[in-house]
């Protein structure tokens, strides 16, 4: 059982960046972050293969949003700049040890959540 702890969230305004961080109690192969707004669904947001470093953004992440791995603390950090308000809900912290199946972004790909931390960004 891996646990995954969160943290870092909290209230700016549109333009202000904010970083979050997911310590694993354990070696993780791969690892997420997810977020779900009010009233909508889970979505992917970056992800990271541990071992190989390698990093996949979604679109609306990419050039705004850094995944940093620290792989010998098993944390992963998001480093969010230029947020906006869409940018606003629950983010979640995600992992799993085999990540067989290809998509990252699926939140099928992954058995151990943490709790999420919320960020809200004000216009």
């Known amino acids: 059982q891996v646990q995954l702890v969160e943290s870092g969230g909290g209230s700016v305004q549109a333009g202000g960046s904010l970083r979050l961080s997911c310590v694993a109690s354990?070696?993780?192969?791969?690892m997420g972050w997810f977020r779900q707004a009010l009233g909508k669904e889970r979505e992917g947001v970056a992800a990271?293969?541990?071992?190989?470093?390698?990093?996949y953004y979604r679109e609306f992440a990419e050039g705004r949003f850094t995944i940093v791995q620290d792989n010998a603390k098993n944390t992963i950090y998001l480093e969010m700049n230029s947020l906006k308000p869409e940018d606003t809900g629950m983010y979640y912290c995600?992992?799993?040890?085999?990540?067989?199946?290809?998509?990252?972004?699926?939140?099928?790909?992954?058995?151990?959540w943490g709790q999420g931390t919320q960020v809200t960004v004000s216009s």
């Open positions: 995600a992992a799993d040890l085999t990540c067989t199946g290809g998509n990252l972004f699926g939140t099928y790909q992954y058995a151990y």
């Open positions: 354990a070696y993780v192969y791969c």
């Open positions: 990271a293969h541990t071992d190989s470093g390698t990093k």
